[in-house]
Each structure stands twice: as structure tokens, then as C-alpha cells.
């Protein structure tokens, strides 16, 4: 059973309008992500939370907006949707350690703007 | 802000040849590597962490790390056509909870 649950798995938005990925994990992590994976770039950092609290942004609108309702929950709300928006959204969590910080992932929402 | 690069950007390998990734980074008091693999469209799976210089295996995969070339590669042995996919080099910072991954290798391993 997946222990990261990411939904929806697929998604057709119109520009301009506003979408809210989910994401639930069971590994009872303290941390939870949401990176993005575009055509042809690297996966890259958005968000991550500890705690249910933000410890790094790297995105730079204010379009993207994590909410985290519950520990185990980190949502990604995303609003005036473009066509740039389109990537698949993978969200991670952890349990860091002085040892290490593995990620585990769920298998993304992919979101196409059109 | 730290900047991790992979090479090559595609490799082909026969079934049973040994495959080398390699992965050069930017920060070098970063202490956390690992090795991803993503299989098309899925998400991505840890496969080796290595924290010192040196050599770390998981079975048939195998880390190597020096920091002072800024460098890690990953080495499979008997690649398989199930092993296909893109490999991901993983780095975080000594400081942070951030993981920052490198562009990704595609491998293709033919039978």
C-alpha cells in the first residue's frame, strides 16, 4: 500500500483558475515537501514544513500556497493557473536525523494548464 | 546556492555491463548523498545514502564519494532491462532539511 498518497494522480486545469493538490503520508514523518518536476529540468524544491510549521520556500509566487491542516498533511493550493504551472507535483516526506534526510515520495499529480 | 549537475545525460548499456553515473556538486560541506531512481512517471525511490568518502553498497549498487572533487557516482553491477530509468543524484546541506537534486541520467539498459 502506498504510504504517501498524492491526489489527484492526473489533472486538466483551465488558465486562470485555482487547484488544490493533496498530499497524505503514513510514514509518521515530522517534515513533508512538495517539489515539481517540469518537461526537461530538474526535480525542484517548492516547500518544506516541520512541525506543520514553513522551513524554506523557494518558490518565488505567491500563487503557490501549502496548507497543512494536519501533521500528516500538506496540501498545495495553487490559484490564476498559466500554462507555465504545468508539471508533475511530487510530494515527499521525511523524518531527519543527525545521520541523514531521506526523502520518500508519492507518485505525483501531474497537472496540465491549457 | 548549491548547484548539482549529472553526467552523462543519457546512457545505453548492455545487459550484465557495469553502469557509472556520475554527479559533481557545488557545496562542499554538504554531508547527505543519495541515489534516486525514478521509473517513468512514478515517483522516485531511494537506492544508496552515503554520508563519508569512501564507498557505500546496497546490493548491486554501489556509492562513491569524494568531497574533495565535489563528487559522487553511483556504479551498477549486472544492470538489468528492469533497471532502466533516470537516476537522480541527491545533496543536502549541513544545515538544512533541504534536498537538492541534480538533472538526472537516463539509463537504458538493453537485454
Known amino acids: 500500500d502506498p504510504k504517501i498518497i498524492q491526489k489527484p494522480k492526473y489533472l486538466v486545469a483551465v488558465t486562470g483558475s485555482e487547484k488544490i493538490l493533496i498530499c497524505e503520508q503514513y510514514?509518521?514523518?515530522?517534515?513533508m515537501y512538495w517539489y515539481r518536476q517540469s518537461a526537461k529540468k530538474p526535480l525542484e524544491f517548492m516547500f518544506s514544513y516541520s512541525y506543520q510549521k514553513l522551513m524554506d520556500n523557494q518558490t518565488a509566487s505567491s500563487r503557490f500556497q501549502p496548507q497543512s491542516s494536519k501533521k500528516n498533511h500538506l496540501d498545495l493550493q495553487i490559484t490564476a493557473l498559466k500554462p507555465d504551472d504545468s508539471a508533475t507535483y511530487f510530494c515527499?516526506?521525511?523524518?531527519?536525523?543527525?545521520?541523514?534526510?531521506?526523502?520518500?515520495f508519492g507518485e505525483g499529480s501531474r497537472l496540465i494548464v491549457v | 546556492q548549491q548547484k548539482v549537475q549529472q553526467s552523462p545525460e543519457s546512457l545505453t548499456v548492455s545487459e550484465g555491463a557495469m553502469a557509472s553515473l556520475n554527479c559533481t556538486f557545488s557545496?562542499?560541506?554538504?554531508?547527505?548523498f543519495r541515489w534516486y531512481r525514478q521509473h517513468s512517471a512514478k515517483g522516485l525511490e531511494v537506492l544508496v545514502s552515503i554520508f563519508s568518502d569512501g564507498e557505500k553498497e546496497e546490493g548491486r549498487f554501489t556509492a562513491h564519494l569524494n568531497r574533495a572533487n565535489l563528487h559522487v557516482s553511483l556504479h551498477i553491477r549486472e544492470p538489468q532491462p528492469s533497471d532502466s530509468a533516470v537516476y537522480l543524484c541527491?545533496?543536502?546541506?549541513?544545515?538544512?532539511?533541504?534536498?537538492?537534486f541534480g538533472t538526472g541520467t537516463r539509463l537504458q539498459v538493453l537485454p
Open positions: 541527491a545533496v543536502s546541506p549541513s544545515n538544512t532539511n533541504k534536498v537538492v
Open positions: 510514514l509518521g514523518h515530522n517534515a
Open positions: 515527499a516526506s521525511s523524518q531527519p536525523t543527525v545521520s541523514g534526510n531521506t526523502l520518500y
Open positions: 557545496d562542499g560541506t554538504s554531508n547527505n
